[in-house]
């Protein structure tokens, strides 16, 4: 089993920029792809990008592609988010989870684990 504490929400403007964290703790960091969902309230909740375990290649939902960069810190057992040039239609809550399994990378469902989530709203 792993836990996942996301932090680094907060209130921007746009066209500013945050840093999210997933600190992982329990079972061995390396086991998992982490991944990046975000929820806005009345929306379904949608994939933003993930990290790959073995390769530590990454994927990008198309909405954040070259804005969005997320890495890892093995050392830390912490994956980032770095935001950029941030839009309001970014608001949202933020939540990391991880998955060990196979199955589609965007899909939800296929995550065991989930953290608590971190807010992020962008003022126009």
């Known amino acids: 089993q792993v836990q996942l504490v996301e932090s680094g929400g907060g209130l921007v403007q746009a066209g500013g920029s945050l840093r999210l964290s997933c600190a992982a703790s329990?079972?061995?960091?390396?086991?998992?792809?982490i991944g990046w969902f975000r929820q806005a309230p009345g929306k379904e909740r949608e994939f933003v990008a993930i990290?790959?375990?073995?390769?530590?290649?990454?994927l990008y939902a198309d909405s954040v592609k070259e804005r969005f960069t997320i890495s890892a810190d093995t050392a830390k057992s912490t994956v980032y988010l770095q935001m950029t040039s941030l839009k309001p239609e970014d608001t949202a809550t933020y939540y990391c989870?991880?998955?060990?399994?196979?199955?589609?990378?965007?899909?939800?469902?296929?995550?065991?684990?989930w953290g608590q989530g971190t807010q992020v709203t962008v003022s126009s």
């Open positions: 990290i790959r375990r073995n390769s530590g290649s990454s």
């Open positions: 989870a991880a998955r060990q399994y196979g199955g589609s990378l965007t899909y939800a469902p296929t995550y065991e684990y």
């Open positions: 329990g079972r061995t960091f390396g086991s998992y792809d």
